[in-house]
């Protein structure tokens, strides 16, 4: 039953960045909006060999090897860690009836990880603060991390209707 569990918040996890990601696609596609390029994330995190945590400048900063690879990889690593966080606080059984209120309350929280640690580390500043349109930016973070709680919701409720388990009791 663990090994169950284990997948299914795997695949809820790959499942909500998948929207997340669809959503940025939408965005840059239909209104030229850009979204976070996660090289950028693969670039902060080869840096922290070096012991380099923050940056004034992350885009100015030397690329790594693999910086694109490595930062996709912890893209979707994290938001499967952020399914987990949700399934610890709710609990395993919200895979087999998986309601919409803990998965967009997760969507909403997460946007503290972009606002407190990744754009403060690439010289952004507290919450985008350094940045030219700051309000506009913590909107459009906020709207994805929601996106995010939304496909936590859709990915599990997928996955509800697919699972035969004994974990739901069938």
Known sequence: ???????????????????????????????GIASLDYALVGRWLGHMRQG??????????PPVPGERLLGWTCHYLIGVLFAA??????GPQWLCRPTPMPALTLGA????????LLQPAFGMGLA??????????RR???LSHLLFGLGLY????????MAVSPLCGG
Not at 7 to 24: C, E, N, P, S
Not at 154 to 161: F, I, M, R, Y
């Open 1 to 31: 039953m663990i090994g169950e569990i284990v997948l299914r918040v795997i695949l809820v996890g790959i499942g909500a960045t998948l929207v997340m990601d669809g959503w940025a696609l939408a965005r840059r596609r239909l209104f």
């Open 52 to 61: 380099r945590f923050r940056h004034e400048a992350i885009a100015r900063v």
């Open 85 to 90: 966080l949700m399934l610890t606080a709710v």
């Open 109 to 116: 929280l997460s946007v503290a990880a972009p606002f407190l």
């Open 128 to 137: 985008a603060s350094r940045m030219p349109g700051a309000w506009r930016l």
């Open 140 to 142: 459009q973070s906020l």
């Open 154 to 161: 859709l990915a599990g409720w997928v996955g509800a209707q």
